[in-house]
């Protein structure tokens, strides 16, 4: 077996593993089978003619014969068992195709010699070898050019030994050559239907093919897409929330087909619930700012992964629920979807274990920074909001206070309130932690504060394992950044989005690689450098795409199309169970239906010739055949209207019924009908119009009993050839290969009882020409024998056995191709409605991934680019803004009548979402949502820059302000709307500031994306420091006025504020942008 794993990942590449895939396909679905049909058809005929040698009267004047055909007989009993044995039919499958068709062909001669020792005739099993012919190309299971090739020597061999035993080559006749040219029609017609038949077999084989590898590929994508999304909503959400989510996103694609159209509801969909006895913990990394402002971007990204990383695998192994990071803030909860009695032992021991983890980084690093953690235990309400960049995050009274105590703590050390401390049950040692003085609002609501004490700093410190701590002219040269990276690195957390990108993510229940085989790699269109984490469960994903490519094959191959259950099919018959389904393959377009007409065409040639060549010439003849020749070359001429017109302009209503030959059923099946019931017709209609009249013969005188003779045989010779006729007339029907089976099988029985009736009454039969002359032909010598030969009884026999013959094969082939059809079909059906919902899903993975990071950084880790790398960005000029509604922490009060302060959340959820919807405005499509902090909405105009063009336009700088001073008009404008609605009053206060900032994705277990700077800072600090109603901007003083300059020329009118004390940053001189004035000047949105 060639290597596996190539089937599924590359689409419309084809190498020696698809050749080797279509192979095993071809073997199982139709190779196979037809081969068996074959067997059991020819071994049918054999049976045949064992009992019509039996019932000639001696079976000794046929031991050939019957020899031979017992022989092949159990040759083909043998064969049949053999096809069942899957690893000789594949190897073998040539080899048993050769021997099938020597096994027919000796038969065949056998036959022939066995005549020839009492007679020789010209027209001597031309209908078997016909049918071996036919065969060739329709059932064994040979390349295009193998059975050229086989169809080729088997009529040269029967036209040699047949003009060698006439003669032909030694004394030739007239009458003996132009009955081998007849033959030689005969064949040549049978060659060419068997390679039309098999090249559109051939391409209907590669079609369905072709289908059901697209159809495999789709179902395992969106199997592989279903637990991507799972696992990427999983990363941003809790399970019991991001399920009702998932369907909502599913029915509003269904809905409106876009997957950027909301819902115009009242209300927008609410995602929160409450829950009671938890604890929360906010933990921030206290001298971060001064240590983020030495590092590159790459080293600020991968600080902040590796620590929070480390603070992910605490939380995990202490029971905590990581919500959401802010900056080089973390905060977690425990009790979290699921009630725990020791929430708040959780907690207290994971801030003690991140206070212990940052001392082991300060102590290995030497870089000075330390841990303040506070815990505050309570009640909360916990979801998303909002329609963009969804993050769970929590709200209460009891979450805003454990903040507080995070504010209020000593770095270092674990900061809880009394009501915590109750929760822990004397678990742990505190002292007072005086958190009164170091925060009025803990002074203002009277809450008592303790610090726990660490039970490990009561105990020897155990030998360092951490790296070495580089020393003397090594220490000074290296930046602490450099020495946190180095450090953080050996920690060895996994990178952002790595379980989306690795196979053992998206495997469930796969079996693993054996011991001792070796994996096989998976070959992509972008290779890969293979991850450390890249588990041999996660390799042998390969063996299971092809385990279910070969079971879909083996799948199409037992799905039989008689008696056999099927899911798609009726027991017996190949009619679908839906009837709607029936309905549409019965009225689908069949492509290329106008070149069946054309080889029935062909079909109606032949005839003609071998008449022309040895029928009796009469007028019913001509007419005969004129009249079906030009019901063909109108047939011909409507179905080609198309193509004749460009060399003479047809009329435009002959080109649309050439159209419609594919498209309308009920037309192409009328002259369908009509072609075939002419060909059938004109095979035989000249047979009981041949004027015939028994002689009445001379007694005792041998000169006219010759003459009578010879008047006979001239009459009954062309009985065989009508004969050929007629089943040239059954092939004509079987190369309509989509026409439904139905019509098939009433043409070919009306046809086949027809003949039979008209060949058993023909006035032939009255007079037994045996010692009469018609088989007393010309013996080898040249010479008349009186002896009797072959026997018209023996030609009636063999007659009704060909045409019996050949209606039993078509049918079965008919029946079979009708399968294949309807299969074809079946699976383009399933690989349209999968590939639909590999597109709804795709839509909704793009949808979740662009909520949880913008567009161009979700391109960074999915699509075929697989990347591994962290993702880090810096820009040189990104507006940051901070949008506010300071009021909603007055209006939100957790009452029964507000459900514990759900309602409130109700409508800051609406508000939330109204922001959101005006990011899909083409206007604003550059501000990209970073996330919400509350009632504080964060967002930047300026990162969706290519790589490599950090470096913008002064315009486009300047531009980024503009979009970010509109949004925040437009903010205040659907602030304004909300109030109108809900009788409120809220005000928006919006912050401003531009300047460089980095871009990163971290956490493993939560990505997420967010950006870090001073600029973010200073933005954040305008907001805190602004006024309800106003757009605080921040600039740099030595640029003041250029500043100014550049907002009056974006139509903004500035208010100069003055100096203020913004922590942290010292004084800073701030400006006010005119809303007023902006709307005034159409920039606002009413």
């Known amino acids: 077996m060639p290597a596996k794993g190539r089937y599924f990942l590359n689409e419309g590449e084809e190498g020696p593993d698809q050749d080797a895939l279509y192979e095993k ?31 000639q009267g001696d079976p ?129 017609c049978g060659n060419l239907t068997g390679a039309f038949h098999k090249h559109q ?78 604890s929360i913990l906010y933990a921030d990394i206290v001298g971060f700012t001064q240590l983020a402002s030495d590092c590159s971007p790459k080293e600020l990204v991968v600080v902040l992964n590796e620590l929070f990383g480390k603070f992910d695998q605490i939380a995990k192994a202490n029971e905590c629920m990581r919500i959401k990071i802010l900056g080089d803030c973390y905060y977690c909860v425990s009790g979290l979807p699921v009630s725990l009695p020791t929430h708040a032992r959780n907690c207290v021991k994971m801030g003690l274990d991140m206070c212990q983890a940052i001392k082991q980084v300060r102590e290995a690093t030497g870089v ?32 805003s206070l454990a903040n507080r105590m995070e504010a209020a703590g000593v770095p270092g050390r674990v900061h809880i309130t009394e009501a915590t401390l109750k929760h822990l049950d004397k678990a742990y040692e505190v002292e007072d932690g005086h958190g009164q003085q170091r925060d009025p609002y803990l002074k203002e609501m009277n809450i008592r504060t303790y610090l726990v004490i660490d039970p490990r700093s009561q105990q020897p410190p155990p030998p360092s394992q951490h790296l070495p701590r580089p020393k003397g002219d090594a220490a000074l040269k290296m930046r602490a950044s450099v020495r946190m990276t180095r450090y953080l690195e050996s920690w060895g957390a996994a990178r952002p989005f790595a379980h989306l990108n690795h196979r053992e993510s998206v495997s469930s229940g796969e079996t693993h690689v054996p011991n001792g085989r070796r994996p096989k790699s998976v070959p992509q269109r972008h290779r890969r450098t293979p991850d450390r984490s890249m588990s041999p469960k996660g390799r042998s994903e390969d063996d299971s795409y092809d385990d279910e490519m070969l079971s879909a094959i083996e799948g ?110 009920l037309l192409r099946l009328t002259l369908a009908v009509l072609t075939i019931g002419s060909l059938l017709t004109v095979a035989i209609i000249n047979l009981p119009l041949m004027p015939f009249q028994v002689p009445e013969l001379p007694v005792g005188n041998e000169t006219g009993l010759l003459a009578a003779s010879s008047k006979t045989r001239a009459l009954c010779e062309p009985l065989p050839y009508y004969t050929c006729s007629c089943v040239l007339g059954f092939i004509a029907c079987s190369v309509f290969l989509r026409m439904s089976l139905e019509p098939k099988v ?28 018609l088989g007393n032909l010309t013996k080898p010598n040249g010479t008349t024998s009186g002896t009797p030969s072959c026997s018209w009884k023996d030609l009636k026999t063999m007659t009704n056995f060909y045409l019996v013959l050949f209606y039993i094969t078509l049918l079965t082939l008919s029946r079979q191709i009708d399968y294949y059809c309807r299969l074809d079909c079946l699976w383009k059906k399933k690989f349209k409605k999968e590939h639909e919902e590999f597109e709804t899903m795709e839509n909704v993975n793009r949808l979740l991934l662009e909520n949880v990071l913008p567009a161009h950084v979700a391109a960074h880790f999915i699509g075929d680019k697989l990347n591994e790398d962290w993702y880090h960005q810096s820009y040189d000029c990104v507006c940051v803004m901070f949008a506010s509604v300071p009021d909603f922490k007055v209006f939100y009060t957790e009452c029964d009548v507000n459900k514990e302060g759900l309602e409130c959340l109700r409508l800051l959820n609406e508000i939330i979402a109204d922001f959101d919807e005006l990011l899909l405005k083409p206007k604003f499509s550059g501000v990209e949502k970073i996330k919400t902090i509350g009632s504080t909405y964060m967002a930047a105009a300026g990162l969706s820059v290519a790589s490599g063009h950090e470096n913008q336009e002064l315009e486009r700088q300047h531009a ?113 942008v005119c809303t007023d004035t902006a709307k005034f000047q159409g920039l606002g949105l009413n």
């Not at 036919?134 to 064994?140: G, P, Q, S």
């Not at 159809?215 to 909503?233: A, D, P, S, T």
């Open 556 to 665: 199409l191959s037992s799905t039989r199309p008689c008696c056999s259950k099927s899911d798609d099919f009726y027991t017996f018959g190949s009619i679908f169970l839906e009837k709607g389904f029936e309905r549409e393959y019965r009225l689908a377009p069949i492509p290329r239906a106008r070149h069946d007409f054309a080889c029935a065409s062909l079909i109606f040639v032949c005839i003609l010739l071998v008449h022309v060549l040895l029928m009796p010439r009469t007028a019913a003849l001509g007419v005969s055949f004129g009249l079906v020749a030009c019901v063909l070359g109108l047939v011909l001429g409507l179905c080609f209207a198309t193509k004749f017109s460009r060399c003479c302009p047809a009329r435009g209503t002959l080109c649309t019924i050439s159209e419609r030959v594919e498209t309308q059923p």
């Open 746 to 773: 009433v043409l070919l029985t009306v046809a086949l009882v027809a003949y039979l009736v008209l060949f058993n009454l023909s006035p032939c039969w009255q007079w037994d020409c045996c010692g009469q002359g």
């Open 368 to 399: 000075d920074i330390n841990m303040r953690v506070g815990i505050h235990s309570g009640n909360v309400l916990c979801g998303v909001i909002g329609l963009r960049k969804w993050q769970y995050d929590v709200w209460s009274h009891d979450v």
């Open 960 to 1072: 980024h302000i503009g979009v970010m001073v509109e949004f925040s008009i437009a903010l205040m404008s659907k602030l304004d709307g909300i109030n109108r609605h809900s009788f409120n009053s809220f005000r928006l206060r919006v912050g401003i500031n531009h300047g460089p900032v980095i871009a990163g994705v971290i956490g493993a277990r939560k990505p997420q994306y967010d950006i870090w700077g001073n600029t973010v800072n200073v933005a954040s600090r305008m907001e805190s420091t602004g006024e309800l109603g106003k757009i605080q901007v921040s600039l740099p003083f030595q640029v003041t006025e250029e500043t100014c300059t550049i907002l009056q020329g974006l139509g903004y009118s500035c208010e100069c504020r003055g100096l203020i004390n913004v922590k942290g940053k010292g004084e800073l001189r701030t400006y006010f």
């Open 25 to 55: 396909y071809q073997l199982t679905s139709q190779h196979g089978p037809l081969l068996l049909t074959l067997l059991l058809v020819a071994a049918t005929a054999c049976v045949a003619l064992i009992i019509i040698a039996f019932s």
């Open 60 to 188: 000794s004047r046929h031991q050939a014969i019957l020899g031979m055909a017992f022989l092949v007989l159990a040759v083909f009993a043998a064969l049949s068992v053999l096809m069942y044995v899957e690893c000789l039919l594949r190897r073998w499958l040539r080899a048993l195709a050769l021997l099938t068709w020597a096994c027919l062909v000796a038969l065949g001669y056998v036959l022939v010699f066995d005549a020839w020792t009492k007679a020789a005739c010209a027209w001597e099993q031309v209908p078997f070898f016909l049918f071996i012919v036919f065969v060739v190309y329709t059932l064994l299971p040979f390349s295009m050019r193998g059975a050229v090739a086989v169809g080729a020597v088997s009529t040269a061999s029967h036209l040699l030994v047949l003009g060698s035993l006439m003669g032909g080559f030694t004394t030739p006749s007239v009458r003996v050559g132009l009955q081998l040219l007849a033959n030689a029609v005969i064949f040549l």
């Open 201 to 278: 077999m051939q391409d209907a084989s590669r079609d369905l093919f072709t289908y059901t590898v697209k159809c495999i590929q789709i179902r395992r994508k969106l199997r592989i897409e279903k637990r991507q999304q799972e696992n990427l909503l999983l990363s941003v959400l809790p399970a019991h929330i991001s399920m009702g989510m998932k369907l909502a996103i599913i029915e509003r694609l269904k809905e409106h087909g876009d997957r950027r159209c909301m819902p115009d509801n009242n209300f927008h969909s609410l995602y929160v619930k409450r829950h009671q006895n938890v």
